[in-house]
């Protein structure tokens, strides 16, 4: 008998060009699968190339300016990209290696995320679970009803940001229990 798969969660990041799944693409993405009590069980990152002429025209404007290393960054790595469609193997290979029927999808406002999702990588997309955990509706409640703020680091780094907003997630159920 196969041994039960642990992940029930899978938190992901994507870092884009830019916020329209029409226009814009996927440049980096990270994934964290993890069990109820937030304990990793596996990460996963990779680089999707990006045509350049696409990054030079739409990833401009005030947020580019603002996070400047993180744009070098992300435009040094893309020449060692792969494409879309291996990284969404790699990916439906994660998510078999550590889930069983159902994966919920993880992250802050993660409904941008599962956007991108299901434009370039429509077959993970349906492996997913149509209800998500999205940490920003706990911030929105928090600063506004409780007047509670969480700072987390903004390094617009996918893994970085994961990581992030499960420390968020982590500090939310803290206060309330």
């Known amino acids: ?42 990460t996963y990152t990779a680089i999707v190339k990006v045509d350049e002429e696409l990054m030079k025209t739409r990833m401009v404007g005030e947020f580019w300016e603002k996070n400047k290393e993180s744009y070098d960054a992300l435009v040094a790595q893309n020449a060692d990209g792969k494409s879309a469609s291996v990284v969404e193997k790699e990916l439906m290979h994660f998510v078999d290696r550590n889930f069983d029927d159902v994966v919920y999808l993880a992250g802050n406002s993660i409904h941008q995320d599962r956007k991108f999702i299901e434009r ?17 509706a706990w911030k929105v409640y928090f600063e506004g009803a409780l007047h509670k703020h969480f700072t987390k680091p903004e390094n617009h780094r996918a893994l970085d940001d994961i990581r992030g907003s499960m420390e968020e997630l982590k500090w939310y159920l803290k206060t309330v229990s």
């Open 1 to 42: 008998m196969a041994k039960k798969k642990t992940g029930v969660l899978l938190w992901v990041d994507l870092e884009m060009t830019g916020l329209s799944p029409e226009e814009d693409r996927i440049l980096e993405v990270a994934a964290i699968a993890t069990d109820w009590d937030l304990n990793e069980l596996e």
């Open 120 to 136: 370039e990588w429509p077959k993970l997309n349906k492996k997913l679970h149509y209800r998500m955990l999205d940490v920003s």
